[in-house]
């Protein structure tokens, strides 16, 4: 049984067969919306009186018959009240009839028949439609074309004031386009000559608005699916012509009539055998037949295996406890609600087992190469450094845009939503969680305000980055503070992780170590830092001017709080060193972003991402803090227009490399862009202009393939 795609049900539980019926075959299924209607759809097999063993226990007083029930099927049974070919009832006929009489119910049949005999070239009616008199007043049967069976298909529409609401995103039917005034059109709107003050941006909107205009007046859209190949072969289309008139000449008497109408249809058959394989034999010499192809060749495969999971249908409903979920967005919420505390508990587990093997890699016998940067392996200096999970966090890395729902928000890989005016772009995340190294109880302090027993930091020549020295104890065996380096924690975690993921390896980027768990995990190693200690950076933040009035008093305010230190990326020179991390405050202004400069943010993002390979080299921190610089700066009002306030971002970024330094937001005196040689600040150089080339093309294409929110009145 097929259910039209669009439509919202859920399949009837029976039986609705007596439980002596072994021969008969049912299904239901329940079409929901404003006014339910059951259909219920039923063979029943022609059991003869002589030669055949089978018991004929069909009672159709187990069916269902309710005034919103409709029944359909091949019951093999005849009627005058259905087929006028039939003068008496036979068995099965007047079962049928006495029910349907019993309950108040009557066939919507018109008396034409619906099957032809192979045999004797008889035309009858054994399908029956039925239903309540109530439902039948709004009801229209009629016979539907050949399809190549000896049975024709029944068509019953409902009338109603309840149709069921269908939507199917329209496509561009270029095939039907007038090319030629399509053409004209733009040229006529476009040779108007543009003001000489017009802007990029105004020009770029101009020639869309153009393309647009001529687009909706001269290339139509549809939303009708597209027929199968084969089906549209001019060799088939003719078969079933001939087929489909064969049938309709047919006459009881007239063997000839008959004879034609078996041998169109048998070539017919024949035709469609034959184009079906011409098809698929190009579909896979053309499409199956490339290296891109492979995990639909895998998903094609798997169904015809029967190894796809089809127990769920597209439109079905699904029932948790005493809820039925119609809608999809019921089942999401649903699913999401489930989902976050199935997830979370898993999470949990998998994270506890990573702390585990961490712990275990740190107090086994570290490797050579985890001390060449120092670290003492005796005991006690293992047991001071030791690693373990002091908390974890899972956040999500990505910045939300506004939500399709505010009252759901995602996190860490799960699917979320930026919507801007109508249109909403599909936002992906990792898991981050931090690992806070059990160095010291309290967040550390610069070295001269240390004792010798505590762990300290050491400046280095850059601003920002730091070494961290242990604290000394007497049962170590050097004299006086040694140095942990930030390289050998991130190799003690490698270890761990693939310890805990064997087989998968994992990846160093920045400072995560990054493994594949169901969706990729980031674990940042850190170390609580006083800010104090560091830098007086928040006092720089806020006698700094605004001009934006952005970052407001209360935002300030809220900033307050240990910083961490982080291990610098793999390829800087010093690979001790440690990195002063702002992404607690990062968090926090970026809820506090306007919206107009976090949707440019946003975008900005979605570009990289659709050419991480290259643009790589600009990184999202990067694009980050020139929009917080210009937030700073720029009035709201001047983020209005997207495409206008992201050239500005990359313009900002070009003119930081030219000058070799981008500043830090929260520490104006801290380099962004980490040993800027002249080779790295050239291949930045290069990645900026490839942003601004790719910009708007790609910028056409994410908003193309955006799927359009719903209205709500």
């Known amino acids: 049984m097929y259910v039209r795609a669009g439509l919202h049900f859920t399949v009837l539980e029976g039986p609705f067969l007596a439980n002596t019926d072994d021969t008969t075959e049912i299904c239901g299924v329940r079409v929901l919306g404003q006014t339910p209607l059951d259909v219920i759809n039923i063979y029943r097999p022609p059991i003869r ?33 259905w087929d006028d070919s039939c003068d008496e009832a036979d068995s099965v006929g007047e079962r049928l009839a006495d029910w349907m009489e019993d309950i108040g119910w009557r066939p919507l049949n018109s008396g034409a028949p619906t099957f032809i005999s192979y045999r004797t070239g008889s035309q009858t009616a054994p399908d029956l439609a039925a239903c309540g008199f109530e439902l039948a007043a709004r009801t229209h049967w009629t016979r539907g074309s050949d399809l190549g069976s000896d049975h024709l298909p029944m068509v019953v529409e409902l009338r109603g004031a309840d149709p069921p609401r269908r939507k199917r995103k329209t496509r561009w039917a270029h095939h039907k ?48 699916r597209d027929a199968k190949p084969w089906a549209l072969h001019p060799d088939l289309q003719l078969a079933i012509q001939e087929r489909r008139a064969a049938r309709d000449n047919v006459k009881s008497g007239d063997p000839q009539s008959r004879t034609r109408w078996i041998e169109a249809k048998r070539r017919a058959n024949q035709v469609e055998k034959r184009v079906t394989r011409e098809q698929f034999r190009d579909f896979v010499t053309t499409e199956l037949n490339r290296p891109t192809s492979v995990g639909r060749v895998s998903r094609l495969l798997k169904k015809w295996e029967g190894a796809v999971d089809d127990d769920h249908r597209e439109g079905e409903a699904m029932r948790i406890g005493d809820r039925l979920l119609v809608t999809a967005e019921e089942k999401a919420n649903a699913f999401a609600a489930q989902y976050a505390h199935v997830s979370r508990q898993r999470r949990r587990d998998r994270l506890a087992a990573f702390a585990r093997d961490l712990s275990d890699s740190w107090y086994s016998d570290l490797p050579p190469k985890l001390d060449a940067g120092g670290v003492s392996t005796s005991n006690a200096n293992k047991k001071s ?69 505590e762990p300290c930091l050491a400046l280095s020549t850059v601003p920002g980055f730091y070494r961290l020295l242990l604290g000394w104890s007497a049962e170590c065996r050097h004299p006086q503070r040694r140095e942990l380096p930030a390289a050998a924690v991130r190799d003690a975690m490698t270890e761990a992780v693939r310890r805990h993921r064997p087989g998968a390896e994992p990846r160093v980027s920045g ?54 230190l982080v291990p610098v990326g793999p390829s800087t020179a010093d690979r001790r060193l440690w990195r002063l991390s702002f992404s607690g405050p990062e968090a926090l202004l970026m809820d506090a972003l306007p919206a107009p400069a976090r949707y440019c943010l946003m975008l900005l993002r979605l570009v990289r991402a659709r050419n991480r390979l290259r643009l790589a080299t600009v990184s999202s ?36 490399i030219d000058e070799g330094f981008l500043p830090c937001f929260f520490w104006s005196e801290m380099n962004v862009i980490r040993e800027p040689t002249s080779q790295r600040l050239a291949a930045l150089r290069r990645t900026v202009h490839y942003f601004q080339q790719d910009l708007v093309p790609e910028l056409s294409i994410i908003f193309r393939r955006a799927a359009p929110t719903r209205r709500h009145s």
């Open 49 to 81: 009186a002589t030669g055949d063993d089978r018991q004929d226990h069909f009672d159709p007083h187990c069916l269902p018959d309710g005034p919103r029930v409709l029944l359909v099927g091949d019951v093999n049974g005849h009627h005058p009240s």
């Open 177 to 224: 386009a007038d090319w030629v005034e399509f053409g004209k059109s733009c040229e006529a709107a476009l040779s108007v000559p543009a003001p000489p003050q017009a802007t990029v941006q105004l020009l770029a909107t101009r020639f869309t608005a153009a393309v647009q205009d001529a687009a909706k007046e001269f290339i139509p859209r549809g939303a009708r």
């Open 385 to 453: 450094t030791f690693i373990r999970l002091f908390s974890h966090r899972v956040k999500r890395t990505t910045p939300r845009g506004r939500p399709a729902n505010s009252n759901e928000r995602s996190e860490g890989h799960t699917l979320g939503w930026l919507t801007i005016h109508t249109l909403r772009l599909p936002l992906h995340s990792d898991y981050d969680f931090m690992l806070e190294l059990n160095v010291s109880a309290a967040p550390l302090a610069a070295a001269a305000e240390s004792g010798a027993a």
């Open 511 to 564: 400072p995560a170590v990054t493994f594949d768990d169901g969706g990729d995990i980031d674990c940042v190693p850190c170390v609580p830092v006083r800010c104090d200690a560091a830098v007086p950076w928040l006092a720089e933040l806020r006698a700094r001017p605004r001009p934006a009035g952005w970052p407001e008093d209360e935002v300030l305010a809220r900033l307050a709080g240990p910083l961490h």
């Open 621 to 656: 921190y990067y694009l980050k803090t020139c929009v917080f610089w210009l937030c700073q700066r720029r009035p709201e009002a001047d983020w209005q227009e997207p495409l206008a306030a992201i050239r500005a971002v990359l313009a900002m970024l070009e003119e930081a």
